[in-house]
């Protein structure tokens, strides 16, 4: 029996790449970086299926030169604002996405960089290596408190709620913004209050972003949102770089509107070697790594697989974003 063809954009962990290629006749792009614009348009020419990235853009143009045989669209990711999603269901396609199996990876990042910032370890680490510790001294990288701070967390679904569960360990205050989520029984448990965003940037120590990234959300925090927030705040993202506006950003942590960043994500990916940002001290930045634990990637190659291999096969996606396909 002929295999369905797919195009894989990267090397994903072995634990799922096998299930693909033993299901699938698999075109894997096994290069560093993603795939260039005009080798995907080519390289999905007459594919059943495509497995791809965050990193890769898979809208209109993609699926039309995949073409009427397109099954399944799988992305390697929980996050999906690189799929057109319209797109995919006008044409019928199905797109899986991994939620869930990064939820707990994920808020132990968010929270190691709310911890990193706060206590400034990467400014620390920095001072040591340029060899500029040369005594223990009172008012040597003064940092702010963790424990019993107020913490806003802007998204209050599996990763926030992660968020706000970690932080119960640190006595601290949850407050937190999510327009779909008013009453819910995690946060009435834990006595974590939801409001306004403004009073959450307003009253909080620590802000950090959940959401994901669409048109409600891009640049959420602008200038005016930072213009709201304590001198003394940290703001963490880890969910998608547009969320922040990054030029407000930098003039934000330049002029002592806010205390600090941490962040995992950035617009664009990676940073440009010439972003201001770059030159500040009071931020940290990662290379968009907050899922990265060796169980957790894999995980996700394996969902990834599944969903690919149910679309190819016709059954319903395990983690379908566009349901209303099945509807059709
Ligand atoms: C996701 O899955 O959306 C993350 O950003 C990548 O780990």
Redesign the pocket.
């Known amino acids: 029996m002929t295999k369905p063809k797919v195009f894989v954009t990267r090397l994903i962990p072995e634990v799922g790449l096998r299930d693909v290629r033993a299901f699938c006749e698999a075109d894997v792009w096994t290069e560093e970086l993603p795939p260039p614009r005009d080798v995907i348009l080519d390289r999905v020419r007459g594919v059943e299926g495509i497995l791809s990235l ?1 990193t890769d853009r898979i809208d209109a143009e993609v699926m039309d030169a995949a073409g009427s045989d397109l099954k399944v669209i799988s992305n390697y ?3 999906y604002d690189n799929v057109d999603i319209p797109a995919a269901t006008a044409r019928g396609v199905p797109v899986g996405n ?1 939620p869930g199996v ?1 939820t707990d990876t ?1 808020a132990d990042f968010a929270f190691a960089l709310l911890m990193a910032a706060a206590r400034r370890i990467v400014e620390g680490d920095k001072f040591t290596r340029a060899g500029k510790w040369k005594t223990w001294g009172p008012t040597l990288l003064l940092g702010g408190d963790v424990t019993s701070a107020t913490l806003g967390i802007v998204g209050f679904g599996r990763i926030g709620k992660g968020m706000a569960k970690r932080a119960q360990g640190f006595d601290m205050r949850v407050l937190y913004h999510d327009p779909l989520c008013r009453d819910d029984l995690y946060a009435a448990q834990i006595g974590a209050r939801c409001v306004d965003l403004d009073a959450l940037l307003r009253e909080s120590d620590f802000v950090s972003l959940h959401t994901p990234l669409n048109q409600n959300t891009y640049h959420l925090i602008d200038a005016d949102a930072l213009s709201k927030m304590k001198p003394t705040a940290v703001l963490i993202n880890t969910a998608r770089g547009p969320i922040v506006d990054h030029d407000a950003l930098y003039r934000a942590l330049r002029t002592g509107t806010i205390g600090y960043a941490a962040l995992d994500v950035t617009e664009p990916e990676p940073i440009p070697a010439d972003s201001p940002l770059l030159s500040l001290d009071n931020i940290i930045i990662a290379p ?1 790594i ?2 990265a634990s060796v169980a957790t990637r894999g995980k996700m190659a394996q969902m990834a697989a599944a969903n690919l291999i149910a679309g190819l096969r016709g059954d319903r996606l395990p983690n379908c974003v566009n349901p209303a396909v099945y509807e059709r």
Request: no cysteine; hydrophobic share 50%.
């Open positions: 965050l990711a929980v996050g991994t990064l994920t968009h907050a899922s």
